[in-house]
């Protein structure tokens, strides 16, 4: 069971998504759950504001300590013992041992920044900052979406994820080699020869090869790592 909370001041960007995707079905057999909590209910006022002015000047607007924190206090109390994570462009890298690793916390509330950033007190009150990568989102809902996404999938019996899904030991960190389907030829592409022979040893090579090939062509910075 993975149970998530997103603080948001956009709960339709995270909502619908959720509902769309693998995760429906994973909420319905109660294997994991998300809820989203929209930040503005917890601002004061009239006019509910969540944003301010930066003190030393400067462009933009930086949301506000308050209403964040009470959020973030108002889901502990719902998700005792919870990891609160910060999706933050200065966050630690986000990558695959990482789900894994928040996948074992089991409980996590995950906060969505807007705006040229938050109030730097807040951090105060998360225990992890994460990025997704150098490149600038507008805030933090996507990153939200696919850190979700990336973590729901592991857990056990959310789609086809049984323990051969899990314990793909040498493949894992590699990328995977090309993919053919029918018809056998299309525009002149033909499917290579091997894929069609029925030779199972002979394919897993070959795969392995590929793969092997692939990975030292577009990424051997994964190749050092393995
Ligand atoms: C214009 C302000 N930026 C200077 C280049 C700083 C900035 C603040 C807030 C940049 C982006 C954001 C909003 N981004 C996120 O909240 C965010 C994010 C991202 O931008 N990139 C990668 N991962 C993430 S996780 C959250």
């Not at 948001?8 to 994991?32: C, D, N, Q, W, Y």
Request: aromatic content about 6%; overall charge neutral; proline content about 6%.
């Amino acid at each position: 069971m993975l149970s998530v909370e997103v603080l948001t001041l956009f709960p339709r960007m995270i909502a619908a998504p959720i509902e769309e995707s693998l995760l429906g079905k994973a909420r319905k057999t109660g294997l994991v759950s998300v809820q989203v909590t929209d930040i503005r209910d917890f601002a004061a006022g009239k006019h509910r504001v969540t944003d301010d002015v930066p003190y030393g000047g400067g462009a933009g607007m930086v949301m506000k300590p308050e209403p964040l924190v009470a959020a973030i206090e108002a889901a502990r109390a719902r998700l005792p013992g919870a990891h609160v994570v910060l999706l933050s462009p200065q966050g630690r890298r986000f990558d695959q041992p990482l789900a894994q690793k928040l996948l074992e916390r089991e409980k996590l509330v995950l906060v969505c920044g807007r705006y040229e950033g938050v109030d730097e007190r807040v951090l105060n009150f998360v225990d992890e900052e994460i990025s997704l990568g150098d490149f600038v989102l507008s805030g933090g809902e996507f990153a939200a979406l696919a850190l979700i996404d990336a973590v729901a999938r592991l857990v056990p019996g959310v789609m086809g994820n049984d323990l051969s899904a899990q314990v793909e030991s040498f493949k894992e960190g590699l990328l995977e080699g090309p993919h053919y389907t029918r018809p056998p030829e299309f525009r002149g592409l033909k499917v290579p020869e091997v894929l069609l022979s029925g030779d199972h040893q002979r394919i897993a090579r070959w795969r392995q090869e590929q793969a092997l090939l692939r990975t030292r062509e577009r990424r051997p910075d994964l190749l050092k790592k393995a």
